[in-house]
T-cell receptor, first 109, second 114 residues
């Protein structure tokens, strides 16, 4: 079967750094996506990894290790507006997105 | 511009009603998607249109009927829904369905079936 695991919830402090992990087991791999979703709103695209390594985009970075079936999203200089759910999604061999259940990130002052 | 628009934002309907959800994008994307999302769950894929043809139907009940009138528009026709169909319905689009194609989501329609 296909499976994507993320922690259900994480808490961090404003101004700090947090790392959200994602491990996956899918039938094939054609890229991994991270989306941010605020409560009641649509997911917004954050990052895409298809090759091993780190992709940096401002305060957000995403890392991929295909051999380990592992990715993480790193958020630096946390702001209150970063409180949201973060969804990891893997595109499988059929080019379908398999979604993780999401990690709810709570930022405290 | 990475905007996908959806109307209406909110919809309340009875189980005997017929209604339609609309989605529009003007990014030249050739793939469009309907997802259903329940609270605290990830999106569930319902339908995929590629070049205006239905390419994927994830065993969705026939009370949901998709339509793609042209490459910019995607509709979801609703008829005889059940209360358990209450959810956030998300439309997304991507340039294509192959490698490195990112899906961009609309704001969603929050549907309540009474």
């Amino acid at each position: 079967g296909q499976n994507i695991d993320q922690p259900t919830e994480m808490t961090a402090t404003e101004g700090a750094i947090v790392q959200i992990n994602c491990t996956y087991q899918t039938s094939g791999f054609n890229g991994l996506f991270w989306y941010q979703q605020h409560a009641g709103e649509a997911p917004t695209f954050l990052s895409y990894n298809v090759l091993d390594g780190l992709e940096e985009k401002g305060r957000f970075s995403s890392f991929l290790s295909r051999s380990k079936g592992y990715s993480y999203l790193l958020l630096k200089e946390l702001q209150m507006k970063d409180s949201a759910s973060y969804l990891c999604a893997v595109r499988d061999s059929n080019y379908q997105l398999i979604w993780g259940a999401g990690t709810k990130l709570i930022i405290k002052p | 511009d990475t905007e996908v628009t959806q109307t209406p934002k909110h919809l309340v309907m009875g189980m005997t009603n017929k209604k339609s959800l609309k989605c529009e994008q003007h990014m030249g994307h050739r793939a469009m998607y309907w997802y259903k999302q329940k609270a605290k769950k990830p999106p569930e894929l319902m339908f995929v249109y590629s070049y205006e043809k239905l390419s994927i139907n994830e065993s969705v009940p026939s009370r949901f009927s998709p339509e793609c009138p042209n490459s910019s528009l995607l509709n979801l026709h609703l008829h005889a829904l059940q209360p358990e169909d209450s959810a956030l319905y998300l439309c997304a689009s991507s340039l294509g369905t192959g490698d490195q194609e990112t899906q961009y989501f609309g704001p969603g329609t929050r549907l309540l079936v009474l």
